[in-house]
């Protein structure tokens, strides 16, 4: 069975972890710096007072005057979230994360440790805490857990039998599908406002009117495939921390404080004469928020030149003077070096290129973008039925 552990407004919540107290006061989380002035997740009490997630800064604040705008801490969020991954991973749970908040794992594994379904669910969200109010849903496809999730009660566990399934996804909103805006107005302005009128309708037409996203979402109304839960590699524990004693704005010093991250990062003995394929740069600012940027490599390097100049532009896009610098290795490569051959076979560097590309790509955008298109259906007279696009591993 597959289970689906959601925490709502995770952001929110780790960069309250700081401020307790404002989580029981109207407050929301900042709009981005250099975005759209929108709203990110809200406490219950800003929901009380007629605040909503996404809503313009201007019209929240009209809403309610008292409300309280939470800064962004990114730094917080990624090493609370990791801490909740690292738990449950701790209790015997391969998880695969969706998103920042968001985590899907098997039972089957298991099962018999904790003595069945429930008692390993209760398990997990033990590991997590009840601090975050995590819910968990269950299923047998994965689109199912996720629907259950999210509309189960805080510290609830919600199992959808699989006889259960088109009767539980029948009256869900729409908004559970990962849709865009635009594909919500116009399915809302065709008259669907549940999964079940969507899951109604022919899929063929569905294709034909929406095309290849409408087919998507019109497959997981329908509660989906059955697709694998696929476990993530143990994360790196590499990292460097410089603490000033006073708030630093200046370039240079910066710069230098970044060339010595990066060489007490490249000593560490852990690393095991493994090249870079994705670091993290953050730092603490001056006014109590965070800053963090990841780089992915366009090829793995250990070479401290090639890093320093990758890196170093980053330093430009801090919004403020910091505190403290860290220096983190999100992932390494596999090879320790690259063997050249006098005479390559013939095919051999061109596969050897494509997989180093299609890691780069993974390590850049995230597990499930690198995909194959496998032909299942070449007779359908529907162009999106003839293949299914499946994870590929490089």
């Known amino acids: 069975m597959i289970a689906c552990l959601v925490i709502p407004g995770f952001e929110l919540r780790a960069a309250l972890r700081a401020t307790p107290r404002l989580a029981l006061e109207p407050a929301a989380l900042a709009p981005e710096p250099g975005a759209e002035p929108l709203l990110g997740p809200v ?67 298991v099962e018999r440790l904790y003595g069945g379904v429930e008692p390993a669910l209760r398990r997990a969200l033990a590991a997590v805490g009840s601090g975050w109010d995590p819910r968990i849903g269950a299923a047998a496809r994965r689109f199912t857990a996720l629907a259950a999730a999210s509309v189960a009660r805080p510290g609830q ?14 009256p869900l909103p729409l908004s559970l599908l990962p849709l865009s805006p635009e594909r ?46 696929r476990g993530r590699a143990p994360a790196v524990e590499l990292a460097e921390a410089l603490a000033f004693p006073d708030a630093v704005a200046n370039e240079l010093t910066l710069r230098r404080a970044l060339g010595s991250l990066l060489e007490r990062l490249l000593a560490r003995p852990e690393r095991a004469g493994r090249p870079f394929r994705k670091l993290a740069l953050g ?9 963090r ?32 610098l860290r220096l983190e290795a999100v992932e390494l490569a596999e090879h320790t070096g690259q063997q050249l051959a006098l005479v390559a076979p013939a095919g051999e560097e061109t596969a050897v290129r494509l997989r180093e590309g299609l890691r780069q790509v993974r390590a850049s955008t995230g597990a499930g973008s690198v995909c194959a298109v496998v032909e299942v259906a070449p007779w359908s007279r529907v162009p999106e039925a003839r293949a299914i696009v499946v994870p590929r591993d490089p």
Do not use: H, Q
């Open 184 to 229: 919500y107005a116009e399915l809302e302005g065709l008259g669907l406002r549940s999964l079940g009128e969507l899951a109604a309708l022919p899929g063929g037409a569905v294709a034909e009117r929406l095309g290849v996203e409408g087919r998507k979402a019109w497959r997981l109304a329908r509660g989906g495939g059955r697709a694998r839960v």
């Open 43 to 109: 406490t219950a009490a800003a929901e009380a007072a007629g605040v909503k997630p996404g809503m313009r800064l201007g019209e929240a604040l009209a809403t309610c005057p008292a409300l309280v705008l939470v800064e962004r801490d990114p730094a917080a969020v990624e090493r609370e979230w990791e801490g909740v991954l690292r738990r449950l991973e701790d209790s015997g749970f391969a998880v695969e994360p969706v998103e920042r908040g968001a985590v899907v794992f098997e039972t089957r594994g």
């Open 157 to 170: 566990i919600l199992v959808v039998a699989a006889s259960d399934e088109e009767s539980f996804l029948e």
């Open 283 to 291: 730092a603490r600012l001056a006014n109590g928020g965070s800053w």
């Open 293 to 324: 940027r990841t780089l992915t490599l366009r090829d793995a390097t250990a070479e401290p030149d090639r890093l320093r100049a990758a890196l170093g532009p980053k330093l430009a896009e801090l919004p403020a003077p910091v505190v403290e």
